[in-house]
């Protein structure tokens, strides 16, 4: 994610769907933990749903929610202290 970019996203696209009701994040500490708040949304087929919103994960943080079936899932860093944001893990489950 780049340094210069004022909210920093990763995006997930899956040839398939996919069923996820769990997210763990994981942010690598070695660069200082710069991400403040976050939100995690996966895509419906025309727009983008929030699935969960936090803040800090720390070294790492597991978000439940409802079952959902998608084809793509977007983490958004929506605000960060200085440095650029290091994501280490971006897991989804379903179980």
Do not use: C
């Not at 403040?36 to 919103?53: F, G």
């Amino acid at each position: 994610m780049p340094n210069s970019d004022t909210t920093p996203t990763l995006t997930l696209t899956f040839d398939q769907a996919i069923t996820t009701n769990r997210i763990v994040l994981r942010e690598a500490q070695q660069f200082g933990g710069s991400v403040q708040t976050y939100k995690i949304e996966s895509w419906d087929s025309s727009a983008w749903k929030v699935l969960a919103t936090d803040a800090y994960p720390g070294v790492v943080r597991t978000l439940r929610f409802p079952a959902e079936t998608t084809t793509k899932l977007k983490l958004t860093v929506t605000a960060r202290s200085s440095g650029a944001p290091s994501v280490q893990g971006f897991e989804f489950y379903h179980d």
